[in-house]
C-alpha cells in the first residue's frame, strides 16, 4: 500500500523559511513523477513544482526563485525548500506521485496524480 507522508509546515513570518518533506513508502520515488501542490482556503489546488525522474524540475511562476524541489531516492523522500515565504503562500501543501514511464509533462493537475499525501499546513504571516 502506498503512503505519502508530509511534514515540515508551519506557521511563519513574511520573508521566513521553511522545508517540507515527504516520506513515501510502498512507492519509488524513481518510477515516476513527483510534485507538491496546494490548497489554499476555498481555492483550487494548485501545483507549485514538480521532479522529473531524470531530476529535471519545474515550478509555479509564482515560487519561482523562491522555492526548489527535491528529492533523495535512497531515502525515498520528496523535499520542497521554501524560501522568502510571503502571505499568499499560506496553503495547505500536498505532495502527490504519479507512476509513469511517459513523459511527467502530461501531469499537471492534482487529478492526474494517483497517490496524494494528507497534506501540511503552511501559514504566512504580515
Known amino acids: 500500500q502506498v503512503q505519502l507522508v508530509e511534514s515540515g509546515g508551519g506557521s511563519v513570518q513574511t520573508g521566513g523559511s521553511l522545508r517540507l518533506s515527504c516520506a513515501a513508502s510502498?512507492?519509488?520515488?524513481?518510477?515516476?513523477?513527483m510534485a507538491w501542490f496546494r490548497q489554499g482556503s476555498g481555492q483550487e489546488y494548485v501545483r507549485v513544482a514538480r521532479i522529473n525522474r531524470d531530476g529535471s524540475t519545474s515550478y509555479a511562476d509564482s515560487v519561482m526563485g523562491r522555492f526548489t524541489i527535491s528529492k533523495d531516492n535512497a531515502k525515498n523522500t520528496l523535499y520542497l525548500q521554501m524560501n522568502r515565504l510571503k502571505p499568499e503562500d499560506t496553503a495547505m501543501y500536498y505532495c502527490?506521485?504519479?507512476?509513469?514511464?511517459?513523459?511527467?509533462?502530461?501531469?499537471?493537475?492534482?487529478?492526474?496524480?494517483?497517490?496524494r499525501g494528507q497534506g501540511t499546513q503552511v501559514t504566512v504571516s504580515s
Open positions: 502527490a506521485a504519479r507512476s509513469t514511464s511517459a513523459s511527467c509533462s502530461f501531469y499537471s493537475a492534482w487529478s492526474s496524480y494517483n497517490y
Open positions: 510502498g512507492y519509488s520515488l524513481s518510477s515516476g513523477c
